[in-house]
């Protein structure tokens, strides 16, 4: 099994920046593919971001494109998400979660096995 925590959530005025980070704990993180969900109140859950496990590919929801950075550090057991120029439309609880090599889509939920709890994330207008 993997472990996921999530951090780095809060509140902060549109246009500014936060970094969100994933401690990965458990089987050895650099083995799996890592995405970012967010989900705002009364509405799906939505795929953010995504990257391969050596970190040599991203994928980004076009919704965030130019905005966030998806990265890892495989030696931290660790995933980030940058994200700038925040708008008030990206409030939600933002999840990371993990995936198998063998994971083709990444931008579909249901192809993670293993899930954080999720961190808050509020922008204000």
């Known amino acids: 099994q993997v472990q996921l925590v999530e951090s780095g959530g809060g509140l902060v005025q549109a246009g500014g920046s936060l970094r969100l980070s994933c401690a990965a704990s458990g089987r050895t993180f650099s083995a799996y593919n890592m995405g970012w969900f967010r989900q705002a109140p009364g509405k799906e859950r939505e795929f953010v971001a995504a990257i391969r496990r050596s970190g040599s590919n991203t994928y980004y929801a076009d919704s965030v494109k130019g905005r966030f950075t998806i990265s890892r550090d495989n030696a931290k057991n660790t995933g980030y998400l940058q994200m700038n120029s925040l708008k008030p439309e990206d409030t939600a609880v933002y999840y990371c979660?993990?995936?198998?090599?063998?994971?083709?889509?990444?931008?579909?939920?249901?192809?993670?096995?293993?899930w954080g709890q999720g961190t808050q994330v509020t922008v204000s207008s």
């Open positions: 979660a993990t995936t198998g090599p063998a994971t083709w889509t990444l931008s579909t939920a249901g192809n993670y096995d293993y």
